[in-house]
């Protein structure tokens, strides 16, 4: 197993006119929701949309909350907090934390909207934007705060195609945007957690590697929800960490070992590493190994 390093370029031509879009739309709204994966928050912010929304009022939503580690989602909003910037914890298939984000703008807004009614201008909607990168659960937010199914919702990056006001409640209409990554990962780091995460397609960075990198992660942070999910005692990574062999090839060993246990044979007893690689990538995603946070506050 070859460790490959990667720079990355990914900027589909409907990205830029994403970006330029977003740029505009700031213009005509009140306030920024950007929506985070509470997995890995920093790699899920955009640095382009940071600094575009810098002056405008903004809420972090940690969304799939529910598949992170409980004490890293505490440690995250409070990272956040001490920044000053409101933060709620989300998870948009339950609908957990949804209420919370409308008193959050609802809270934001008072002052200006009593400034406004002073004025007479009553009943001014607030205009909220949503913001986030592909696969980061733009859709399925907006499905669960709007109450209805809005907004078209997919398993691939990208799915969100066009521009919509979404009436939130009697206060607040919502504008969805489609995700946009950005130019290029300049960090390796950020490449590999967005690939977890599926927002990097696969054909983009190897499965295999990305796996790999998964697998290395979770024996070095997270080792009882591996060895527990795929029955594997722990003497024997440790055993085979301590192989005089590169620590890659070992790793691939564990790998493999996976392979084995879930019947990814092939013709003369070969584990298909690509297989493997999936179903390891599949079950990270959908919370099948734990709580799991790759990024730390």
């Given amino acids: 197993m070859e460790e490959n390093k990667t720079n990355i370029n990914w900027f589909p031509g409907h990205m830029a006119k994403t970006r330029r879009e977003i740029e505009e739309n700031l213009k005509i709204v009140d306030i920024v929701i950007e929506l985070l994966d509470a997995r890995i928050p920093k790699a899920s912010q955009n640095p382009d949309i940071k600094r575009i929304t810098k002056n405008k009022k903004k809420i972090i939503v940690l969304n799939k909350s529910d598949l992170a580690n409980e004490q890293e989602n505490e440690n995250w909003v409070k990272y956040f907090q001490k920044q000053n910037t409101p933060v709620c914890l989300v998870d948009s298939n339950s609908g957990k934390g949804i209420n919370q984000v409308v008193k959050q703008i609802e809270n934001i807004m008072k002052e200006e909207l009593?400034?406004?009614?002073l004025k007479g201008r009553t009943g001014r909607k607030i205009r909220a934007m949503v913001l986030?990168?592909?696969?980061v659960g733009k859709s399925s937010f907006i499905n669960r705060i709007a109450k209805k199914a809005t907004a078209e919702v997919g398993n691939k990056p990208g799915v969100t195609k066009q521009k919509q006001w979404i009436r939130i409640n009697d206060k607040i209409e919502l504008l969805d945007t489609p995700g946009v990554l950005w130019p290029k990962f300049e960090n390796e780091e950020v490449a590999m957690h967005l690939a977890f995460t599926g927002t990097i397609k696969e054909d983009i960075l190897q499965k295999t590697e990305i796996a790999y990198n998964l697998v290395k992660f979770m024996i070095e942070n997270?080792?009882?929800?591996?060895?527990e999910k795929y029955k594997i005692e722990n003497t024997f990574i440790e055993e085979t960490l301590s192989r005089d062999l590169p620590e890659n090839e070992n790793i691939?060993?564990?790998?493999l070992?996976?392979?084995?246990?879930?019947?990814?044979?092939?013709?003369?007893?070969k584990v298909d590493d690509e297989k493997t690689s999936k179903i390891i990538l599949d079950e990270f995603k959908n919370g099948k190994l734990g709580k799991i946070s790759i990024e730390r506050a």
């Fill in 252 to 255: 691939y060993e564990i790998m």
């Fill in 132 to 135: 986030g990168i592909p696969n």
């Fill in 257 to 269: 070992e996976i392979g084995k246990k879930r019947g990814c044979l092939v013709t003369g007893g």
């Fill in 114 to 117: 009593e400034l406004l009614a």
């Fill in 222 to 227: 997270y080792r009882t929800n591996l060895c």
